[in-house]
């Protein structure tokens, strides 16, 4: 891989770390005034228009027909869908509902090891030594910024509920990461994500319409409609193209490790917009995780699966 390209896909990388680490905030105001599953109705369809719109494009310039990717992998694709849209989307929604926000971030820094722990045990991503102690580098350096602000962590019986699901969110969302680069050999990370969205959609909306009717309307303004539009658009439909393509060139475990970076932008995030507090502590545990990249950077090419 050429120094330029390599730089292109932590550019990439960067952004949607910026992205989902500002989706946290912004999607604030739209839990406010609307049930989760409500939400996901209008967030994941907004998702699902960009996404077809480029996919659109993307084929028609590839002079193929909409749906080709599913005539040749029809069922891997309906499975990933199935998998990081339905799944993880659930467990996710669900879980930060029911627990408190250090919690689930805590519970979801995990994520990189279950992608690693599935890349190895499949044989997609084998490592070498120096880059699992980047990446524990990185999951401690979370742990710290989450627990860093201890106030914000319950690990009670009330919220047990909560951060079983949280758990379970971290590992479909690894092995989602994880089970991305195979088909990503075959199919444009942007068919992946687009079509396998269009088939969790119904299951999304089965779940969602029964809540329609306790949305609070008269909240509903401008800034709600646009957290729905940024996080539609870009957290759950541009910037997990960008994650998709960055699995097909670097690997699952070294992608999901960027991951880790959500928790240092969504600590400034939510000070920056909801005037959330910042301690010492958080800062180390940013730092911790800086190293903990930089560790992995240095060992930027995984070992070669032998199958």
């Known amino acids: 891989m050429s120094r330029t390209t390599d730089r292109k896909n932590d550019l990439a990388l960067l952004f949607t770390i910026l992205v989902w680490g500002f989706n946290f905030p912004v999607i604030k105001a739209t839990l406010a005034v609307m049930h989760p599953h409500a939400m996901n109705v209008f967030r994941l369809s907004v998702s699902a228009l960009a996404l077809g719109i480029l996919h659109y494009a993307r084929q ?88 860093g602000g201890a106030r914000a962590i319950d690990f009670g019986d009330a919220s047990f509920f909560g951060n079983l699901l949280m758990l379970a969110g971290a590992v479909f969302w690894g092995a989602y990461t994880a089970f991305s680069k195979p088909l990503s050999r075959h199919i444009t990370p942007l068919g992946i994500t687009f079509l396998g969205l269009l088939f969790a959609l119904p299951f999304l909306y089965a779940l969602g ?22 996080s539609g658009g870009l957290s759950t439909g541009i910037a997990i193209v960008l994650w998709n393509q960055a699995v097909k060139h670097v690997g699952p475990a070294l992608t999901a490790v960027f991951g880790n970076l959500v928790p240092v932008v969504a600590l400034f995030s939510g000070m920056w917009l909801l005037d959330e507090t910042v301690t010492p502590v958080q800062l180390a545990g940013g730092a911790l995780i800086l190293g903990g990249l930089f560790v992995i950077r240095r060992t930027r090419q995984p070992v070669v699966p032998s199958v």
């Open 209 to 230: 319409l029964p809540y329609m009717s306790t949305i609070q309307w008269g909240n509903v303004d401008g800034w709600v409609w646009s957290a729905i539009l940024f």
């Open 60 to 147: 028609r310039h590839r002079e193929e027909t909409f749906f080709a990717p599913l005539r040749t992998h029809g069922w891997q694709i309906i499975g990933l869908g199935l998998l990081g849209y339905l799944c993880y989307q659930f467990c996710f929604i669900v879980g930060v509902n029911n627990t408190t926000a250090g919690s689930a971030a805590l519970i979801m820094a995990s994520s990189p090891l279950w992608t690693a722990v599935f890349g190895h045990v499949f044989r997609f991503d084998v490592l070498r030594r120096t880059a699992w102690v980047g990446l524990l580098i990185t999951l401690a350096g979370a742990a710290v910024i989450v627990g």
